[in-house]
């Protein structure tokens, strides 16, 4: 059994559910050191949801034709691509 370190973590985003979709996630911090690091950041064009299993889903678009979606995970607080579809 593989045993994972705490990290904490502060997760910065809208308090309410939007519809069967969480609220967007603006910001993901975590101590290194104990210093603040962003392990994600959200902006317009590029969302991050925070979803039910504790992955972030990443919508993102860079214009009409460039558009797809990504999911992470995190890994002795590191962001870690699981999948994506573009």
Do not use: I
């Amino acid at each position: 059994m593989q045993q994972h370190k705490a990290v904490e973590e502060l997760v910065v985003g809208e308090t309410a559910d939007s519809g069967n979709m969480p609220g967007m996630v603006y910001g993901v911090f975590t101590l290194d050191n104990g210093f603040p690091r962003v392990l994600f950041e959200g902006w317009t064009r590029n969302a991050f949801y925070l979803c039910s299993d504790g992955q972030a889903l990443n919508e993102w678009s860079n214009s009409a034709a460039d558009s797809g979606w990504s999911v992470y995970g995190l890994e002795d607080g590191v962001p870690v691509l699981r999948y994506e579809l573009v």
